[in-house]
């Protein structure tokens, strides 16, 4: 338990300076621009990324393994918390539950955006 702890907190570690280096990137690149370039590119970068371990894993045989946790709980979970959502959306399209996918990824997008605005607003 306390090797997957380490693994999992020493990936987000990892995760976030990458997540806060693409932001400085993107901002030197592309300056003054008002779209979220870096977080956009985090979230597409890490749904890829989340989708190729997950099958590496799965063939593997290795998810719940340290070495799966650091990458994809830790790495990708700290470069991007929209990597496990997409992962999650897919993998309820490809098990045939439309409907319960498209609650998840709309409800989730729309309260989201909601608890972002109250946060804001709160204080």
């Known amino acids: ?5 380490l693994a999992v ?3 987000g570690c990892i995760g976030a300076v990458l997540r806060y ?15 979220p370039i870096g ?6 970068i890490g749904a890829f990324c989340i989708g190729m371990c997950f099958q590496f894993f799965t063939k593997q045989e290795s998810m719940g393994s340290p070495m ?10 700290g470069f991007t918390t929209f990597s496990s959502f997409s992962l999650e959306t897919v993998n309820l399209i490809i098990g045939g ?7 998840y990824a709309v409800g989730s997008v729309l309260v989201c955006l ?4 109250l946060g804001k607003t709160v204080l």
Request: avoid cysteine; proline fraction near 2%; charge should be positive.
């Open 114 to 117: 909601l608890g972002v605005w």
């Open 1 to 5: 338990m306390l090797m997957n702890v």
């Open 21 to 35: 280096g693409l932001g400085q990137i993107s901002k030197a690149i592309v300056p003054g621009w008002a779209f």
């Open 9 to 11: 907190g020493a990936g």
């Open 39 to 44: 977080t956009f590119l985090a979230n597409i």
């Open 97 to 103: 539950r439309f409907g319960l996918a498209t609650v």
């Open 68 to 77: 799966q946790l650091f990458i994809m709980v830790g790495v990708l979970g």
